[in-house]
C-alpha cells in the first residue's frame, strides 16, 4: 500500500500567481510505514516550491523591491530538504527509490526540474556578491554531494548510464518529472500556495517523529546540527505566516 501526497499545484515557472484561481489541497495522508517513497516524494514538492520562492524573491530583488523572504535562509532550507527527502539507507534507495524513477524514465535526472532552471537563471542574471548567499550556495552544494554520496556511493547517474547526459531537456522530460513527483501545472493563487508548502513541511516533521532517520546523516552538521525536526517546524510557521501576507504576485 502506498500512501503519496496529494499533487502540488504550481504555476509554470515564468507564469505570475493568479489570485482568481484559489487552490484547496486535500489533507495530506500519514505515510504508510517502511514505504520511502511518501518521503522521497514529499521533501521534493516542498523543495520545488522553495525554488519558487527562491526564484521570485530573487527576482523581486533584481527589480529593486523588498523580499518576503531571504534567498539565502530559502537556499539553507532546500539543503534541510535534500537531507530529510534523502533520510533512507542506500540499499532502500537502490530497491526502492531508484527503481520507480526508472519505470517513468531510463534517465530520469533531477535536471529534468522545471522550477530550478528558472532558479539557475536568476543565480546568473545576480550574479550574487552577498557573502550570506554566496555561503548558502556553498552550505546547499556541499550537503547535495554528501546525500548524493551516501545513496550512490559507486557515483553515476541514471542520464549518464542512459548516454543523454549532454541532450537538453526536452518539454516531455520536464513533464515526466512533474507527473512522477506529483506537479499540476496549473494557475494558482499565492496565498493557497503558501498555505499548501506549510502543510507540507509539517507533514514532513511528522514523518521524521514517526520514523526518525537510522543515524546521523553524513552532511548534516552544515545546515542542522541540532537534527531536522525543528528547521522543519521552523519552515512551517514562517511559510503559514507568509500566507497570511496581502501580496499576491511577484
Known sequence: MTAHPP?????????????????????????????????????????????????DNLAEIASGGKPDFDPAWLFDQYSILLLYTGSFTEIVYRERIRPSMMAADPAFSGRWGRDYHRVLRMLEA???????????????????????????????????????ASAPVTDAEFDIFDTYFGVRRAPCDRRGFLRSLASRAQAAHDDLVETPPAARLRGQ???????????LLDLAATIAEAANNPKENV
Not at 31 to 43: F, K, M, N, S
Not at 128 to 154: F, G, K, Y
Open 126 to 164: 545576480a550574479k550574487p556578491h552577498d557573502t550570506v548567499l554566496r555561503d548558502a550556495l556553498l552550505r546547499n552544494r556541499r550537503v547535495h554531494i554528501a546525500v548524493a554520496r551516501r545513496l550512490v556511493p559507486e557515483g553515476g547517474s541514471l542520464l549518464r548510464d542512459a548516454g543523454r
Open 7 to 55: 499533487p502540488l499545484t504550481l504555476p509554470a515557472p515564468d507564469m505570475f500567481w493568479d489570485p482568481a484561481a484559489a487552490v484547496i489541497d486535500p489533507d495530506i495522508p500519514p505515510r504508510v510505514a517502511a514505504d520511502p517513497l511518501y518521503r522521497w516524494v514529499l521533501g521534493h514538492q516542498i523543495a520545488f516550491g522553495v525554488w519558487r520562492l527562491i526564484a
Open 221 to 231: 552538521v552544515a545546515v542542522a546540527p541540532d537534527g531536522l525536526h525543528q528547521p
